[in-house]
């Protein structure tokens, strides 16, 4: 099998009746950067920034954050690179910093909230991001947002940086699109309004599903209770692709689902034609698109959540599908 991922690697990522998907790769360490080249992946959908900092004894100063941030460019080449700002706290505690007990640490101080409460951190981080990619595209994403008043603050921080940079005569980078994620329900409400500030916005499936389901990502007894490929969160997600094309806005997705090939076939099926998967999944994903009928899932998929409910799983019909 892994033979004849090699030979699609060339092949431009196409459904069978056309369509063209991008095709990414989630990512966070050095060590997955040749998975780029390997996979022949249109790029980085997902940057974690927060492995260095998990993976460090002490908090990275931001001569090592740019450092890494160009050594990921530079890897990538002509191809984008989406960097998502640290979402640490909650549960991604790091060892050198005051641990802050909370009692629903998943709901709590974590990525963009603490970001924009603590700005030096966050602040450091843009700036090493705005250098590294001096004359070069560059891709930020915040994780967490719940309310568009935070993009707009955390975009506010990425300009103020961009004008501190310019008046110290650095480079800038040649292209800035600022993008969010896209994993706290409240944000589905608010896409109007989104879309007028976006560049761009990718979901994070698996946070998605936990906060609309209210199950703990976590926790074994209950992550299994729940489809995750059923009417609710499909309907979610078609939600904010409609949303997205209404815009003309990109929208991608970058949580586990879409490196099942299965959760892949149903985001084709909502609309969604760019996503990130991980290194081992580029492969399988990648073979399933090229079999695809894109049109067709499309037509199906829309059968299945505009009826009314039918004891069938949509599951079951996506495995018959791909079958
Ligand atoms: C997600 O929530 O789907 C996601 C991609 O982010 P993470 O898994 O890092 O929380
Ligand atoms: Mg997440």
Redesign the pocket.
Known sequence: RQEQYRELRDKPCRTKDGQPVELML?AGLVIDLPHIEDAGAAGIG?F?T?LQFMVSTSLPRTSEQLSLYRTVLDAAGDKPVTF?TL?IGGDKALPYMDTIVEENPALGWRAIRLGLDRPGLLRGQIRALLRAAAGRALRIMF?MVTVVREFDEAKTMVERELTYLRQHGHTLPERIDVGT?I?VPALLYQLDDLFERVDFV?????????FLYAVD?GNARVTDRFDTMSAPILRALRHVARKGKEAGKSVSL????ASQPLGALALIALGYRSMSVNATAHGPVKALILELDAARIEAEMATWLDTPYDRVPIREKLTAFAA
């Open positions: 989630n997902l974690r927060e998502r979402d994780p994620m994993e990718s979901v994070g499936s698996n946070d998605l599903f936990q990502r970058c949580g586990e689902m």
